[in-house]
């Protein structure tokens, strides 16, 4: 099976600091890979680089389009991009305001990316719709209420079906629950995790939640200082441990 995104030699800085220091990665279709590391250690510029919203001072990242082509993604134009993350990909922003619009109803929001991509019959996405508002556990007839009257638990979804209607094949997560309540957390961490196995996504995640990574991920990354310190796969890395930091961020889980 070939890799559906492939990252080598990342790097880039920050004035003096390094936030991605000769990183590389691979994403296989159908795979949850979670990057963890505390605040700083370059996780979160490491996912804006993949996606393509930030453009490292070296290296490339490569996307395999359906047909099999190779794409150098910070190579695309704007338009092509733009293309790209309303199709094949996704993107769940950390802060569900920054992925939804505000001022556009629950349905209008989904229906949105659905006439992204061509949709045009009212009557069929209004029921797409009502289907994700289902899927992601909120209230159909609140298919009309405005997304500043939904907590931040059911915008979070929200902005998670609007993402997800159109079923793109890879997807990018920047900490989905962070700011969350915990019992919010780990219903939505159920709900994302049956959704990505209900549509064979790929998935890069950044978490600083561990237990959040051992729930949704294959495959774990942990980042230090603009590094990839220890990967491999989930149950391995946090089991056994290698590297002393990992060992650090472990350790400091088991005793919270």
Do not use: C
Not at 41 to 51: C, E, F, N, Q
Not at 206 to 219: C, E, G, M
């Amino acid at each position: 099976m070939s890799a559906l995104l492939e990252a080598s030699g990342l790097a880039l800085r920050f004035g003096a600091v390094p936030a991605l220091d000769d990183v590389s990665l691979e994403v296989f279709p159908g795979e949850v890979v979670a990057i963890v590391g505390e605040s700083g250690s370059g996780k979160t510029t490491l996912l804006r680089v993949l996606s393509g919203m930030m453009r490292p001072e070296a290296g490339e990242v490569r996307y395999r389009d359906p047909e099999g082509g190779l794409h150098l993604v910070h190579d695309m134009g704007e338009a092509a991009q733009r293309r790209l993350h309303r199709t094949d990909w996704g993107f769940v922003h950390q802060n569900p305001r920054d992925g939804l619009r505000m001022r556009v109803s629950a349905g209008g929001n989904i229906g949105e990316r659905l006439m992204a991509v061509g949709a045009r019959h009212y009557g069929q996405i209004r029921a797409e719709a009502d289907e994700w508002l289902r899927r992601v556990e909120i209230d159909p007839a609140r298919i009309d209420g405005m997304p500043a009257l939904f907590s931040g638990g059911m915008q979070q979804r929200l902005q998670i079906a609007r993402t997800l209607v159109t079923r793109p094949r890879l997807v990018f997560m920047d900490e989905p629950t962070g700011g969350l309540d915990v019992s919010v957390q780990a219903r939505l961490l159920d709900m994302i995790r049956a959704l990505v196995a209900d549509l064979g996504l790929a998935v890069v995640i950044v978490t600083h939640d561990i237990a959040a990574a051992r729930l949704l991920a294959h495959r774990l990354l942990v980042m230090r200082r603009g590094q990839v310190v220890e990967h491999g796969l989930t149950d391995r890395v946090l089991d056994d441990p290698q590297h002393e930091y990992t060992q650090l961020l472990v350790a400091s889980v088991l005793a919270a």
